[in-house]
């Protein structure tokens, strides 16, 4: 069994970037620009886009965080993201979700300009991933093909097995591992023989936010287990939705929680405000 070190790639990669954007910035005087609206105080979300803010500065990016009042209306968040869409220095934006009750955020992700949706959930975007032809990706699904591609795991002819249909991760995970010509079922909470379909699986990938769900009764011998879920229990100990320590005893690589998906997604997501800005130089020539 090896544990996939998630860190350590995201880190690679941020290294990378922190290269090429200071390249950019020499020979096109652009500096990438990622603004992160956030609306309310929801603790988990402020830790996350500390941890966005740290790493789009630590890159050499241009980093503003927006932060909104949670009485704030739909109309004045609306407002925001327009003056988003139309700042030239900004190439990626972000509205952190969940969003109060009081804002639609379908409505709020859709005003979103899909050319700076670095999310990749703008109706757009979903239709080039889903048509074969991505330009903005969800950022966990593609920060996982990042981790498999890393890690030599062939897809070709493979069983890949999804527990999970979120538009956040589920679906964009199945598009991007059939793109690939893995054979994908993409399970939920009715489906019929979950265990049995799982254990099938010579990639199992987990998102569905319940905590150590997967035991390692679910898990093939040898399977890859991506592990997508992170849940705080009551003494404050972070793990995910895959029982590590006794699917590890079958499982040919598995990402740990914290340290295995978590880092990619912020990773990518500078790597597409990065190809963003990129593709704003190639516009205006």
Same mark, same amino acid.
């Given at each position: 069994? !090896?544990?996939?070190?998630?860190?350590?790639?995201?880190?690679?990669?941020?290294?990378?970037?922190?290269?090429?954007?200071?390249?950019?910035?020499?020979?096109?005087?652009?500096?990438?620009?990622?603004?992160?609206?956030?609306?309310?105080?929801?603790?988990?979300?402020?830790?996350?886009?500390?941890?966005?803010?740290?790493?789009?500065?630590?890159?050499?990016?241009?980093?503003?965080?927006?932060?909104?009042?949670? *009485?704030?209306? %739909?109309?004045?968040?609306? %407002?925001?993201?327009? $003056?988003?869409? $139309? &700042?030239?220095?900004?190439?990626?934006?972000?509205?952190?979700?969940?969003?109060?009750?009081?804002?639609?955020?379908?409505?709020? #992700?859709?005003?979103?300009?899909?050319?700076?949706?670095?999310?990749?959930?703008?109706?757009?975007?979903?239709?080039?991933?889903?048509?074969?032809?991505?330009?903005?990706?969800?950022?966990?699904?593609?920060?996982?093909?990042?981790?498999?591609?890393?890690? &030599?795991?062939?897809?070709?002819?493979?069983?890949?097995?999804?527990?999970?249909?979120?538009?956040?991760?589920? *679906?964009?995970? +199945?598009?991007?591992?059939?793109?690939?010509?893995?054979?994908?079922?993409?399970?939920?909470?009715?489906?019929?023989?979950?265990?049995?379909?799982? *254990?099938?699986?010579?990639?199992?990938?987990?998102?569905?936010?319940?905590?150590?769900?997967?035991?390692?009764?679910?898990?093939?011998?040898?399977?890859?287990?991506?592990?997508?879920?992170?849940?705080?229990? +009551?003494?404050?100990?972070?793990?995910?939705?895959?029982?590590?320590? %006794?699917?590890? $005893?079958?499982? *040919?690589?598995?990402?740990?929680?914290?340290?295995?998906?978590?880092?990619?997604?912020? +990773? #990518?997501?500078?790597?597409?405000?990065?190809?963003?800005?990129?593709?704003?130089? !190639?516009?205006?020539?």
């Amino acid at each position: 069994m !090896t544990i996939i070190d998630g860190k350590k790639i995201a880190q690679d990669m941020r290294t990378r970037l922190a290269d090429k954007v200071q390249d950019m910035k020499a020979k096109a005087g652009i500096v990438p620009g990622l603004a992160v609206i956030v609306v309310g105080d929801n603790p988990a979300s402020q830790v996350y886009v500390r941890n966005k803010e740290r790493a789009a500065l630590a890159a050499g990016f241009h980093s503003e965080t927006i932060r909104l009042p949670e *009485k704030t209306s %739909e109309a004045d968040l609306l %407002e925001v993201v327009e $003056q988003c869409n $139309q &700042n030239p220095s900004i190439h990626g934006i972000l509205v952190q979700l969940p969003l109060p009750d009081q804002i639609n955020d379908k409505k709020v #992700l859709l005003a979103i300009d899909p050319h700076k949706d670095v999310d990749g959930f703008h109706p757009m975007n979903t239709g080039h991933l889903w048509s074969g032809r991505p330009v903005m990706v969800p950022c966990t699904p593609a920060g996982i093909m990042a981790l498999l591609d890393a890690y &030599n795991v062939t897809l070709e002819g493979k069983r890949a097995v999804i527990i999970g249909r979120s538009n956040i991760v589920g *679906k964009p995970m +199945a598009q991007l591992l059939l793109a690939k010509d893995a054979t994908v079922t993409l399970t939920h909470s009715r489906t019929k023989d979950l265990q049995g379909l799982a *254990k099938e699986a010579d990639v199992l990938i987990v998102a569905i936010g319940r905590p150590e769900f997967v035991t390692k009764d679910f898990v093939k011998d040898g399977a890859v287990v991506i592990d997508v879920g992170i849940n705080r229990q +009551a003494d404050g100990k972070l793990v995910g939705d895959v029982a590590f320590e %006794e699917v590890a $005893q079958v499982a *040919k690589l598995i990402t740990p929680v914290p340290g295995g998906v978590g880092p990619m997604t912020i +990773a #990518l997501l500078l790597e597409q405000t990065y190809q963003a800005a990129l593709r704003s130089v !190639t516009k205006n020539d």
